[in-house]
């Protein structure tokens, strides 16, 4: 019985699995794509917001790193993709065997709550559907936020937004279907003490044909950190 994060994510027929789905939906579905498009102006958008010529970003949860990679091409900054699941930076290196040379990234593995990189050691943190997959979403944010000079930009499904039918399909999929998988946080609780935060509802577009539209929200978080 899975009950945890990392019987998910550590197990390597998983991580095959998401990273195909993933990387052939993009591909092969058009309102896949067209929802991955948007996400993707969302998350370089709000790096730009954050710091407008990043030199060095991390992809937090990078999973098979297709996002920092896209990051990488249309930014040209360095890239650091991260995650604490072998199984997954293994999909990310064979991604990387089959991308130009403008597409590297660097991989790392390492835990978001508990990081071992440097204060300010990256201009901008981004991460897509991280923070629902962690139990401790509060740590994971501050050391996030701990490493990066100007901000996180972050997209996770939130329930602030969700319609009651939303609602009840994804608490099934959260106790019934992943048990130990999905987490739900109070993002702006969580980002409570930084100074700025904007959220934005992401809209799936009217190509999208895979049952109910995911209710996601990007997050963009300020560094600046309210006086205690």
Same mark, same amino acid.
């Given at each position: 019985?899975k009950?945890?994060?990392e019987?998910?994510w550590?197990?390597?027929?998983?991580a095959?699995?998401?990273?195909?789905?993933? &990387?052939e939906?993009?591909e !092969?579905?058009?309102?896949v794509?067209?929802f991955? +498009?948007?996400?993707m102006?969302?998350?370089?958008?709000g790096?730009s917001?954050?710091?407008?010529?990043?030199?060095k970003v991390?992809?937090?949860?990078c999973?098979?790193?297709?996002r920092?990679i896209a990051?990488r091409?249309?930014?040209?900054?360095?890239?650091l993709?991260l995650?604490?699941s072998? +199984?997954?930076?293994?999909?990310a290196?064979?991604l990387? !065997?089959?991308?130009g040379?403008k597409?590297?990234?660097?991989l790392?593995?390492g835990?978001?709550?508990s990081?071992?990189q !440097?204060?300010d050691s990256?201009?901008?943190v981004?991460a897509?559907?991280l923070?629902m997959s962690?139990p401790d979403?509060?740590?994971?944010?501050d050391?996030?936020?701990r490493?990066?000079?100007?901000?996180l930009?972050?997209?996770d499904?939130?329930d602030?937004?969700?319609t009651?039918?939303?609602?009840?399909?994804?608490?099934?999929?959260k106790?019934?279907?992943?048990?130990?998988?999905?987490y739900?946080h109070?993002?702006?609780?969580?980002?409570?003490?930084?100074?700025n935060t904007?959220?934005?509802p992401?809209?799936a577009?009217?190509t999208?044909?895979?049952?109910?539209?995911p209710?996601?929200a990007r997050?963009?978080?300020s !560094?600046?950190? &309210?006086p205690v």
């Open positions: 019985m009950s945890k994060p019987d998910y550590q197990n390597p027929g998983f095959y699995k998401y990273a195909r789905n993933n &990387l939906g993009i !092969k579905n058009l309102g794509q067209q991955n +498009a948007q996400c102006l969302g998350i370089m958008q790096i917001y954050l710091c407008r010529k990043p030199e991390m992809d937090a949860g999973g098979p790193g297709h920092g990051v091409a249309n930014m040209g900054c360095y890239v993709g995650d604490y072998n +199984a997954m930076l293994e999909q290196n064979k990387l !065997k089959v991308v040379p597409h590297q990234i660097d790392v593995r835990d978001v709550t990081l071992q !440097k204060t990256f201009d901008v981004f897509y559907g923070l962690i979403g509060q740590k994971a944010v050391e996030l936020m490493i990066s000079k100007y901000g930009v972050t997209i499904e939130t602030r937004i969700m009651p039918i939303q609602l009840q399909e994804y608490t099934h999929i106790e019934e279907v992943f048990p130990g998988r999905i739900w109070d993002y702006m609780k969580l980002f409570g003490k930084y100074r904007v959220m934005t992401l809209k577009p009217d999208w044909d895979l049952g109910q539209p209710p996601y997050f963009i978080v !560094k600046s950190i &309210l």
